[in-house]
C-alpha cells in the first residue's frame, strides 16, 4: 500500500491543492480519467464541508487529507478538528421548481459524493468528523 | 470588467464566456454576479472550465432564478460529457439545457 498524506488550513483556496493532489494519485494509481474526475469532485465536496462544517471556517483548524492506494482502490479519509456534526444529509438533492421558488440553492455536496464514489463512511464526535470515501479501480467502458 | 467572464452579445442573445478553469467556491461570486445582466437568451460557455463543484453549481442556480424571474431562455454551451453527467444528476439540465455554437448563428 502507498500513502500520501496532506494537512490544509481552513481556507477555501487551499481545497484546490487537495483536488489537484487527488488528480495527480488518481492518475498514478491508474484510474481512468472518468474515474479521475468523479475523485476530484467527491475529494472537492468533502474537504469543503470539513471546511464549513466541521471547521466552521476556523482558519487555525486544520482539514487531515489522507489518500491510501491498493491494488484495487483508493481509499480517501477527510478529517476536520471541529466538534462533531449530528446530523448529515445524504439523500439525493435535485434542482427543481420548489426550491428555486424558496431560493434554497445549496445543499448538493453529499449528494454527489455519495452517488460518485463506490462506498463510503462517516465517523463524527466530539473530537471532529471523519469522511472515508472509497473508489475501486473500474476498466475504461469500450 | 471581469477577469472571470468574457460578454459577446448580439440581438438578444449574450453568451457568458467563463475565463475560469474552476466553478467552485473561490469564482463563485464572480460568475453569480452577472446574472444581473442578462438577455433574453443568455449562454453560459463552459469551454475553458475543467472543474465544476457544488459551490459552482450554486452560483449558476442564481442565473436559473433570474432567468426565470424575467422570462429568459438559459442555455449552456460546450459542456464536457463529466460535467453533463453531474448536471443530469441534479437535474440542472432540465433548467439549462445545452445548445450548440451552430444554434445560435440564426441570432447574428
Known sequence: MQRVELRIPSIPIFERVVRASAAEVGSAAGFSPEQVEDLKLAVSEAVNNAIDHGNRGDTAKLVGVTFDIDGEKIEIRISDQGEGIERINVARRVIDDETLEAGYLRGFGMYLISALVDDYEIESSQQGTVLTLRLYRKEPQQ | ?108
Open chain 2, 1 to 108: 470588467m471581469s477577469d472571470i467572464i468574457r460578454r459577446e452579445e448580439f440581438g438578444d442573445v449574450v453568451i457568458l464566456h467563463i475565463l475560469t478553469t474552476s466553478v467552485d467556491a473561490i469564482s463563485a461570486a464572480a460568475i453569480a454576479a452577472e446574472c444581473r445582466e442578462m438577455r433574453p437568451i443568455t449562454v453560459l460557455d463552459f469551454s475553458e472550465v475543467s472543474f465544476i463543484n457544488s459551490a459552482g453549481i450554486s452560483a449558476l442556480l442564481k442565473f436559473v432564478v433570474s432567468a426565470r424571474k424575467a422570462g429568459y431562455q438559459l442555455f449552456a454551451m460546450n459542456v464536457t460529457p463529466h460535467h453533463q453527467k453531474i448536471f443530469k444528476m441534479v437535474e440542472m439540465s432540465r433548467y439549462m439545457p445545452t445548445i450548440e455554437e451552430r444554434d445560435l448563428a440564426a441570432y447574428r
